[in-house]
């Protein structure tokens, strides 16, 4: 059974930066992996995805300020998140294709951009 936890959330100034981890099991991370958020009300939306040979895609709002990355030997995928704004609050998913199709989430990591 897969399983993904996030974490690294928080609050943070306009500007400021933080790190969001993805720990993966049931599954590689040399599977494409991407990261989503989601504000109330809406659908989830695609901010970054890693696919198995380490190409890497983003949204336009986010490209420039976001890198995605992955360590193997720890099954995480990352999300660095600089020169964050307001628009970027949101609580941050990351997710497989599959369980995606399903309608499967985890719990999320809230992330509060103060302006």
């Known amino acids: 059974q897969v399983q993904l936890v996030e974490s690294g959330g928080g609050l943070v100034q306009a500007g400021g930066s933080l790190r969001l981890s993805c720990a993966l099991s049931?599954?590689?991370?040399?599977?494409?992996i991407s990261w989503y958020r989601q504000v109330p009300g809406k659908g989830h939306d695609l901010v970054a995805s890693?696919?198995?040979?380490?190409?890497?895609n983003y949204a336009v709002s986010v490209k420039g300020r976001f890198t995605i990355s992955r360590e193997n030997a720890k099954n995480t995928v990352y999300l660095q998140m600089n020169n964050l704004k307001s628009e970027d609050t949101a609580v941050y998913y990351c997710?497989?294709?599959?369980?995606?199709?399903?309608?499967?989430w985890g719990q999320g990591t809230q992330v509060t951009v103060s302006s």
């Open positions: 997710n497989v294709p599959w369980r995606v199709i399903l309608g499967r």
């Open positions: 049931g599954a590689t991370v040399t599977h494409i």
């Open positions: 890693i696919s198995s040979d380490g190409s890497t």
